[in-house]
């Protein structure tokens, strides 16, 4: 198994804080790695996904821009 890492994890400030359904990064990581640990906020112990520092900018893009909406027209 592998160890933990200790990260500084943040979420938007757009989250719901009563627990929403909320997707948590640790920025700081990025400058070491080149690479972005996302986790689910409502399981912190939880697996956590590694994406490249480019991909994770082009999806937040994608967030900003509505590109996933299902309502699209």
Do not use: D, G, Y
């Given at each position: 198994m592998t160890p933990?890492?200790?990260?500084?994890?943040?979420?938007?400030s757009h989250s719901n804080p009563d627990g929403g359904n909320c997707?948590?990064?640790?920025?700081?990581s990025c400058t070491a790695t080149g690479a972005i640990p996302i986790r689910d906020s409502?399981?912190?112990?939880g697996p956590?996904?590694?994406v490249p520092a480019h991909s994770f900018k082009e999806f937040v893009g994608g967030v900003k821009a509505n590109?996933?909406?299902?309502?699209?027209r």
């Open positions: 933990q890492l200790r990260l500084a994890w943040t979420k938007s997707l948590e990064w640790s920025p700081a409502k399981n912190p112990q956590v996904l590694i590109a996933f909406s299902r309502h699209q």
